[in-house]
């Protein structure tokens, strides 16, 4: 019986430590939801709504030579057109999306 109750509670455990994790979209996935509107699937803004808002292009060296932080703040609180991102991603999934954002350009 206890080695039972021990292999329950080690299977539980496991079952807890990889739904979460499996719950998680990565960076990709969020980009293409989120962003990919705008900012194109390659980063380039060439889709209707990236040349009406006039998206920053994702690719620009401009924006690779942009800090973490700086990205993750505009992300996150939004500029000129972009809506703000803070009340529907969590900072993991932010982060994700701007170290996505940087193999855009290679």
């Known amino acids: 019986m206890r080695v039972n109750l021990k292999c329950a509670a080690a299977g539980l455990l ?4 990889v739904v979460p994790a499996m719950a998680q979209d990565s960076g990709a996935e ?3 939801s989120k962003c990919a509107r705008c900012h194109g699937d390659d980063g ?3 889709t209707f709504e990236g040349r009406m808002t006039k998206a920053a292009v994702l690719t620009d060296p401009k924006v ?3 800090a973490d932080a700086d990205l993750i703040a505009v992300v996150k609180d939004g500029k000129k057109k972009m809506p703000a991102f ?3 991603l969590t900072d ?4 994700a999306v ?6 855009l350009g290679q």
């Open 30 to 32: 969020i980009y293409k």
């Open 64 to 66: 690779a030579a942009t």
């Open 98 to 103: 701007v170290a996505y954002v940087r193999t």
């Open 92 to 95: 993991d999934q932010i982060a």
């Open 44 to 46: 380039q803004s060439h």
């Open 86 to 88: 803070k009340k529907k």
């Open 14 to 17: 496991a079952v807890g430590m």
